[in-house]
């Protein structure tokens, strides 16, 4: 069964570093994603990103967040200069269309945990 | 505005007794349901999907749900649990012409032998 690959599973870095977590979504997606879960806190809507450009964003996702794809396959969450509070797990998804159905059906990734220290 | 209300954070039972997570929903529009299931060190599983089609939806691994539109509500059952049905349980909502999706908090199933 196809699957969305996420790297790393886990980074740590210091407080006003860059990171950049990256994805594989599955590769007939039109549609990707990035979600994260803070520690006891629920899974939160990051961005969507479509036809190369973002469609649409929570508030969260602030000046400090880009998401690129740069080639035919991946696709990359950056966050420009960490801060303790971006320590979570983000997940990366991907999915095809909405379908007959209008359900706009997800598949996750395992998820990269970034700890900010 | 969308919001989700799982219930319990913590559900025990014993092996081969039935499972009941709930899950409420609060949307403006014709929503559409999920539920999402984590295993330890693996990705969001969908288990199944309600929208708007037969309100009792079927998923994998024996669960289903019954869309309550009265009771805005969305609970997972299963007549008889796993042990490999252990894992992190999440209720999303998403509204028609938007991408983002809306988790519940969670509940963690614990099925005991």
Redesign the interface.
């Known amino acids: 069964e196809p ?2 690959t996420q790297t790393p599973s886990h980074q740590v870095t210091q407080m006003g570093q860059e990171v950049i977590l990256r994805c594989v979504p599955i590769s007939n997606h039109l ?1 990707f ?1 990035w ?1 994260r879960q803070i520690l006891g ?5 990051l961005v ?1 990103f479509y036809n190369n450009e973002i ?2 964003k ?1 508030e969260i996702f602030d000046d400090q967040f880009s998401v690129e794809r740069p080639d035919g396959s991946n696709f990359t969450l950056k966050i420009r200069s960490t801060k303790l509070e971006d320590s979570a797990m983000y ?1 990366c ?1 991907s999915s095809y269309d909405r379908g007959p ?11 990269s945990r970034l700890t900010v220290l | 505005a969308q919001s989700v209300t799982q219930l319990d954070s913590h559900v025990s039972v014993s092996e081969g007794t039935p499972v009941l997570l709930r899950c409420n929903y609060s949307s403006s529009y014709s929503p559409s349901l999920f539920w999402y299931v984590q295993h330890p060190n693996k990705g969001l599983q969908l288990l199944l999907k309600y929208t708007s089609a037969a309100t009792l939806v079927k998923g994998i691994n024996g669960f289903e749900a019954e869309f309550k539109k009265s009771e805005t509500s969305f609970h997972l059952t299963k007549p008889s649990a796993h042990m490999s049905d252990a894992a992190e349980y999440f209720c999303v909502v998403s509204e028609t012409g938007r991408r983002a999706l809306t988790f519940g908090s969670g509940t963690r199933l614990q099925v005991q032998p």
């Open positions: 699957e969305v549609y994603y979600y806190q629920k899974v939160e809507f969507s469609s649409e929570s997940f998804a159905s209008g359900a706009n059906v997800l598949t996750f990734g395992a998820g």
